[in-house]
Structure formats: C-alpha cells, structure tokens
C-alpha cells in the first residue's frame, strides 16, 4: 500500500534558524510524483514543488530546498533562514497508480511555528 | 488569473440534512478533484472529474456524490449528514486529469454539522 510518513508532528524554530521537515514515503510504483504543500492558516493548500521518480536532483528554490533520495524513499524540505510568514502546516504528498489518477495521497503534516 | 474558487466558505448544517458544495477551477483547467480533511484522518481523496465524468473515487460512503459541469466547474453533495462529515472540503483543479499534474486548491468550504 502506498503509504506517506511525516514523523515529526510539531516543530517550532526562532527566526532565521534552518529547518528541515522529513518525509517518507512507500510506494511499489517504479514511475511516481511527490509533492509539497504549505497550508497557512487561511487553509488554502499552497503548491511549493513536483518530483518525479525519476529526477532525483536536489532543487532549491529561494529560500527552499528539497533532497530526493530513491534509496532511502525520502523527500525532506529545508527552510533556509526561515521567516515568520513561514509558519504553516506543511503536507507532502504521493500520487497514487503512477500519477494516472488524481488522487494524492497525504501525509498527517508538520506544524512549523516560527517564532520572531 | 483567478485562482480555484470554492462556495460557500462557511456551512452550518444539522444532521440528516443535505449539502452540496461548489467548485469553479482555474480558467482552461479540466480536472477537479475532492478531499475532505479532518482532524483526525487528515486529507482524504474524495473523487477526480475529468471532462464531466468521474474518473477516481475514494473510499467514501454512497453519500458522497458529485460531478462536473461542461464548463468544468464541479459540485459535491453530501446527504444524510452525519456529525462526521463536519470537516474542510477542499477542491483542487489541474490542467488535465492524472496525478502528475500539479493540483492546485481552493480555500476549502468548512462544513459543520450539528
């Protein structure tokens, strides 16, 4: 069964500290797409970032980063320098059947506080 | 661009009454999928709908339903609600349907049922 972990409930950080949330996953799909998402408060479900399973680079964007490892099925996000703004609920995500349905499959999310 | 928009925000119901949800995706987006996301289970795939028919549906009971429009805008309703189904629906819509695309969501209508 396909299966998302984010292991670690709660994190709270202060200001301009790095933070990095885990994310394990299990899948038998050879082909796969992860994903995460930012939820603030408002709750909207904010798109930060697509891997495929066969693109293990590392990508950085800004202040984010991310680290694909196929051998160890994980898919950890890095804060750099985090910001208050970037207190949230974050969710990473699988999706099911080789991408061909639509459904993702979620994990329970981090909550991330950063404190000023 | 607009974004995904979801009516109504806010819904107080009680139970064994009906609801029904809307979704309007971003302009030229086909697909529409549905989660619900509580507390306790966390997000939860609902149904996809591509092009007017439901393509994937979750593990939910039959009262859940829902479908999309020719302009690709979608409904879910929910009948006989139970205490529950008070939870966030969120819709997210996606150029075309599959999970590979990204999805990108509405603000979500918060059901309470009393």
């Known amino acids: 069964a396909q299966k998302v972990t984010q292991a670690q409930t709660e994190i709270s950080v202060v200001e301009k500290e790095d933070v990095t949330l885990d994310c394990v996953y299990e899948t038998r799909d050879t082909t796969y797409y992860l994903f995460w998402y930012k939820q603030p408060p408002s709750g909207e479900l904010v798109f930060l970032i697509r891997?495929?399973?066969?693109?293990?680079q590392n990508e950085i964007s800004g202040r984010y980063s991310w680290n694909f490892q196929k051998s160890t099925s994980s898919f950890n996000f890095t804060i750099t320098a985090s910001q208050v703004v970037d207190s949230a609920v974050y969710f990473c995500a699988l999706s099911e059947g080789s991408g061909n349905t639509g459904k993702l499959i979620f994990g329970q999310g981090t909550t991330l506080q950063v404190k000023p | 661009k607009a974004g995904v928009t979801q009516t109504p925000r806010y819904l107080i119901k009680t139970r064994g009454q009906q609801v029904t949800l809307s979704c309007s995706p971003i302009s030229g987006h086909r697909s529409v999928s549905w989660y619900q996301q509580t507390p306790g289970q966390g997000l939860q795939f609902l149904f996809e709908?591509?092009?007017?028919?439901?393509?994937n549906k979750g593990n939910f009971p039959g009262r859940f339903s829902g479908r999309q429009f020719s302009n690709s805008r979608s409904e879910m309703n929910v009948s006989t609600l139970e205490l529950g189904d008070s939870a966030l629906y969120l819709c997210?819509?996606?150029?075309?349907?599959?999970?590979?695309?990204?999805?990108?969501f509405g603000p979500g209508t918060r059901l309470t049922v009393l």
């Open positions: 709908y591509f092009s007017e028919t439901q393509r």
């Open positions: 997210a819509s996606s150029l075309l349907a599959g999970g590979y695309n990204e999805q990108f």
């Open positions: 891997r495929n399973s066969f693109d293990e």
